[in-house]
């Protein structure tokens, strides 16, 4: 007991003070003390928290009087505000957007520092320079957008890599013979709503531009069909022209084309197969001067004939035979504002079985009065596919189950095409 009482004693004083050590730290909680002023509490590194020193990423140029995005960083927005020149474009910007603005003219100094340009939108501002190869150094350029200005020369010399072109609304009446030549990667050119007429467009204008697939040139001054068109197109805008006739097999070389518009021309007498293509699903020859119907291609779906001088449809005509096997795609089928007298022969129905849509409307008289036939709609339900030949369409007047045939234009669904 000797050695032990000392031991134990040590313990026993070893044990109090740990406990005076708890007590004290748990009344320094407790206690309510007043604070100090003096007291500055440690200071933790955190990353990325401001600490009088800003954190900053690295930020890429930007024009003053533009917008970068920091989630699009080659992109810069300048459009809409009221800029009269182009501003000084960063090297690193690949879409550039200065639409809506009072820009006059694009000079040699205005891109100069521009090298990796894919997109340039100067559409709606008052251009009426471009300087001579301006845009031609943008080998990475693949779309350029220059509608609604007042350009009166087409821009010259262009990259090769373009792909879209958008020149539509402008004043252009001067093409030089070697304008397109290089453009043998574009897909898509509008030239709609400017000065065009036939001695602009030779044979081999659109010649090299072997993926061209949208053309349009609608709004100009044309009085014949463009010529050498290639056949890659698929989209075909000849609107508000003055087009009177198309030259025979005209269309034998574009038999991809896929949409034709031809509204508001002169077109009076055409042959009989002159849209016989094969891919054709719309076709807008409205507001000519046409007296007959034309044959109609297997795979076309919308035909818009409204605003002519038709008197009666000749269904034969139009579908001089039935297969079964291979049924006529035509769905929707427009002839108001023309001089019938009465709705087109039950046949329709058998030739067309797919049709759900004729629009009548309003059709002149010889005295140019507006009359109306008992039919001015005639609308099946889509879920009505099936017809029998001959048997149902005994009485047209008459309406059979699955279909309607609607008295007033206003309850007729005219879907999503312009009409």
């Given at each position: ?76 927005y300048c459009d809409n505000r009221k800029l009269k020149t182009v501003p000084n474009i960063p090297m690193h910007i690949q879409q550039v957007y200065l639409q809506f603005n ?318």
């Amino acid at each position: 007991m000797g050695l032990l009482s000392p031991v134990y004693v040590l313990f026993l004083l070893f044990g109090v003070k740990v406990y005076c050590q708890y007590e004290t730290y748990r009344w320094d909680e407790d206690y309510d003390q007043e604070p100090n002023e003096d007291y500055e509490p440690e200071f933790q590194l955190h990353q990325n928290i401001e600490y009088g020193v800003p954190f900053h990423q690295p930020v890429l140029g930007c024009a003053r009087e533009c917008f970068c995005p920091i989630n699009f960083p080659s992109s810069m927005y300048c459009d809409n505000r009221k800029l009269k020149t182009v501003p000084n474009i960063p090297m690193h910007i690949q879409q550039v957007y200065l639409q809506f603005n009072e820009i006059e003219a694009v000079t040699a100094n205005s891109l100069i520092n521009a090298t990796h340009l894919k997109e340039i939108n100067l559409s709606h501002n008052k251009i009426q320079k471009i300087d001579y190869g301006v845009f031609a150094k943008f080998s990475n350029l693949l779309q350029l957008h220059l509608e609604h200005n007042n350009l009166e020369e087409f821009p010259f010399p262009l990259p090769k890599s373009l792909e879209r072109l958008l020149l539509g609304y402008n004043k252009i009446s001067t093409l030089p013979p070697i304008a397109m030549d290089g453009l043998v990667n574009l897909t898509m050119l509008d030239l709609c709503h400017n000065h065009f007429d036939d001695s602009m467009l030779k044979e081999k204008t659109f010649a090299k531009m072997e993926k061209l697939m949208q053309l349009n040139l609608c709004n100009n001054r044309l009085e014949s069909m463009p010529p050498g068109l290639p056949s890659s197109l698929m989209y075909l805008s000849l609107e508000n022209n003055s087009i009177s006739s198309i030259p025979d097999n005209y269309f034998d070389n574009l038999p991809k084309l896929h949409v034709l518009r031809m509204s508001h021309n002169k077109l009076q007498d055409i042959l009989y197969d002159t849209f016989n293509l094969s891919n054709l699903i719309e076709l807008n020859v409205g507001h000519n001067k046409l007296k007959q119907a034309f044959y109609i291609p297997r795979n076309l779906e919308h035909l818009y004939l409204e605003n002519n001088e038709i008197e009666k449809i000749n269904v034969t005509m139009m579908c001089p035979s039935i297969d079964p096997l291979y049924d006529h795609h035509l769905t929707y089928l427009r002839v108001d504002q023309n001089r019938l007298k009465e709705p087109i022969n039950s046949y329709i129905f058998s030739c067309f079985p797919h049709i759900h849509s004729i629009y009548y409307g309003e059709q002149r008289s010889i005295d140019g009065q507006m009359i109306e036939l008992k039919t001015q709609v005639f609308r099946r339900f889509q879920d009505d596919d099936d017809y029998d030949d001959g048997d149902n369409y005994e009485d047209h007047d008459n309406t059979h189950e699955g279909q309607e045939q609607v008295g007033t234009e206003e309850h007729f669904d005219l879907h999503y095409y312009d009409i």
